[in-house]
């Protein structure tokens, strides 16, 4: 019924076996049992098998039929599917751009987890990747070389990992990279850099996007020199940093480079549980201040956040992180933030005087209950 033609069974056998599948003929006579060898992945279905059959029999062998029947078959992609596709144009509509990366990795790159190739062509294909990140250095050192310097892009790709002997994990995420300036070069003006702040921007309109709201904190990870890590209802589904400097000298790159991890189905998941709200737009503009503070390492985003926006919960819109600065000219134990705070009144214009006595309170707030400096 596949391929249009009765093919002899002993025809069948001699071609199979000369594929190398093991073949046994089952208790009913007309079933045949195979074995096929652990090095066809490619041989995953029945279907499968008859590919392989016909392309030893020969196309040519099955007569061309005076009459083609078929049906039509529709099922609408799952929600999941739904939501990746909308988010990936919205993220190409912001200037991002999608990319495709290898799964397999060089086998240096490769601890006790990995999960090895059984015949691989080389050892730098030796291995399933356990991150995203490799991919996304490749991607980044080759348009460096190449004097591309205004770089954002995404994938949608999955990790594999060994959990235990013949047990292995496979996970679905979506990885985005940024690094060099937020836009090309112009005359007029200089072109910033990207830093932290541009993905916690990302992840803002993420949050707004899926319609999740979820709290920001610091969390280490050892991809990262500093990183954050977005928590909705206890689950963390994203995490992001600034690549360690080390692993980008390793790789030849002379760019900062920032990396947002998302788990995918996890958020997917809580997306498809919350429904969409809508408000009115703003009548009144809004005033953006920035913070520079100097503070504890041992102190998050999150105790800040959590001070500045109930230091005056009417006028505070949102505080956001853009910056995170350690090391040189900063005091031993200590780090900067550099912190975005949006201010708007709904009822009337929000004054300078106003937003002024605000951020004094703001100022007033942080240095009492967190011992913050304001730089």
């Not at 015949?119 to 291995?127: K, M, R, V």
């Not at 050192?141 to 790709?157: D, I, P, V, W």
């Not at 020199?225 to 206890?234: K, L």
């Amino acid at each position: 019924r596949l391929i249009g033609k009765a093919i002899p069974k002993a025809e069948i056998m001699e071609i199979l076996r000369a594929l190398e599948m093991e073949v046994q003929e089952a208790a009913d006579g007309d079933t045949l049992q195979l074995l096929v060898p652990a090095y066809r992945v490619d041989v995953e279905r029945e279907v499968d098998v008859l590919e392989d059959l016909l392309r030893i029999y020969g196309y040519n062998s099955v007569e061309i039929p005076t009459q083609l029947r078929g049906t039509l078959s529709f099922r609408p992609h799952g929600s999941r599917f739904q939501l990746r596709e909308r988010y990936a144009n919205a993220l190409s509509a912001n200037g991002f751009y999608e990319i495709l990366t290898n799964s397999l990795v060089s086998v240096s790159q490769g601890d006790d987890k990995a999960v090895p190739i059984l015949n691989p062509l080389s050892e730098e294909l030796g291995i399933m990747r356990r991150s995203m990140l490799p991919g996304a250095l490749e991607v980044v050192r080759y348009n460096q070389n190449r004097q591309q310097s205004t770089l954002a892009f995404y994938e949608f790709g999955k990790t594999y990992q060994m959990d235990g002997p013949g047990a292995y994990d496979e996970q679905e995420w979506l990885g985005i990279t940024v690094a060099g300036t937020r836009h090309p070069m112009h005359w007029a003006e200089k072109a910033p850099v990207v830093s932290i702040g541009t993905l916690t921007r990302e992840v803002e309109r993420l949050q707004r996007w899926m319609g999740l709201k979820g709290s920001l904190r610091e969390a280490e990870h050892p991809e990262f020199d500093y990183g954050m890590e977005w928590i909705v209802a206890g689950r963390s589904l994203l995490r992001y940093g600034r690549v360690k400097q080390e692993t980008l000298e390793a790789w030849g790159i002379r760019l900062e480079v920032f990396h947002l991890v998302v788990d995918w189905p996890a958020l997917a998941d809580l997306a498809g549980q919350t429904s969409p709200t809508f408000q009115e737009v703003p009548l009144y503009p809004s005033i953006r201040r920035d913070l520079s503070l100097l503070l504890d390492r041992g102190q998050t985003f999150a105790e800040v956040q959590q001070v500045v926006a109930k230091a005056n919960p009417k006028l505070i819109r949102s505080v956001s992180l853009h910056d995170v600065f350690q090391g040189e000219g900063i005091p031993e134990g200590k780090k900067s933030y550099l912190v975005s705070i949006e201010l708007r009144d709904d009822r009337k214009t929000l004054e300078d005087n106003v937003a002024d006595k605000v951020m004094k309170g703001v100022h007033h707030q942080l240095q009492r209950q967190l011992g913050v400096s304001i730089r």
